[in-house]
């Protein structure tokens, strides 16, 4: 098991950081990122906590703590820049927070966030198809969120991004304990989703594909 898509409470999230890395380790993840909602007022302050921690707990951990970000509310006509800066600062894992339908997000954030190549658009909402087409160029993983009111929109992401040949990835999206994923339930929702029986198998091998991009092996 893997998530890329996770809050602490450096942003709305109700966990330190080094908790919310404890409580993934104990279900058996193999690795974990924190990526905390950014805009250009916190993004500098968030990563140099998020970064000066990976360096205390890397040698005393048995899970993967990957430091990111969430690019969250932020105009289409500024994410590719932020998406820069936080990369030169040192965001490992970039997603982007999608057009989910249950928030007022701007349209053409899906648009603008493939352009620039965040590393993950987090739920997507009713994606268009010429955007799913230019993910899968791009190499920006589209998501299944386990997250309420976000994964209303899963069966559609998932049947755009078969169709086309996109690359799917399952997250959390988790704010609390209680929204970290057993197995059980991961597979259920990517089976909900109108992915087959190999479906969850994909995602994470996604999931360690991107890992893999960022220099790490699992």
Known sequence: MIDLHTHSFLSDGELIPSELIRRYEAKGYRAVAITDHCDHSNLEDLLSKLIRLKKEISSHSSILFVPGIEITHVHPKLIGDLIDRARKMGAEIVVVHGESIVEPVLKGTNRAAIEAGADILAHPGLIEMEDVVMAKERGVFLELSARKGHCLTNGH???????????????SDSH?????????????????????????????????????KKGYSL
């Open 157 to 171: 992401v998932a049947r755009l991004a078969m169709e086309k040949g996109a690359s799917l990835l399952l997250n």
């Open 176 to 212: 609390s304990p209680s929204d970290i994923m057993d197995e059980d339930l991961a597979r259920s929702i990517v089976k909900g989703a109108g992915l087959d029986s190999n479906g969850f198998r994909r995602c994470m091998e996604n999931a360690r594909l991107l890992l893999k």
